[in-house]
């Protein structure tokens, strides 16, 4: 997929938030397009001025919730012997399902929610919570409450890195870390400044 990373590139700045609410659909469906080029690329755009930051965060989470509850229904609908016999031909690869199921099995619903800040485990944790039935109106709520966060740091980086907003995409797995250290600091942040209050 990486190819095609330039034609992703050209497809957003011709279509805008259309773009990113389909490409981020489309990566919470377990298609690798990575969230940090699609919602990176949407902050270089914000910092030029040619969009604005709160329609790309919300055509992200739009995308990203089209896409991941497209994926849970089809984990839920058709179990996994049918994503292990078709799921190939949708780029699902089995050690990436095998990630996000171990995830799960470990930490339940609670993995919906957490798994959203960690790579390949992000886009397909929908799947085993597909599997296992989970209630969908709390697999829409983690999942927003994961995604959330996520969407906007990435928007938000993006546009501080500007012209330089591609390091995010070399750095890889260890920006994801950083990204989820960020989020937990502030969630401890206004965890305190509750209690005190």
Known sequence: MEQYSALFLEFISTWGYIAIALLMALENACIPIPSELILGFAGYLISIGKMDFSEAVIAG??????????????????????????????????????????????????????????????TFISLPAGFAGVNIKKFIIFTFAGSLPWTILIVYIGKMLGDNWQKMLSVGHEFSIAICIIIALIVIGLYIRHKRR
């Open 61 to 122: 989470i739009i995308g990203g919730m089209t896409g991941s509850i497209l994926t849970y229904y089809i984990g839920f609908l058709g179990g996994r012997p049918f994503i292990n016999k078709y799921g190939k031909y949708f780029f699902m690869k089995k050690r990436h399902i095998d990630i996000a199921q171990n995830w799960f099995d470990k930490y339940g619903v609670k993995a919906v929610f957490f798994s959203r800040m960690f790579p390949v485990v992000r």
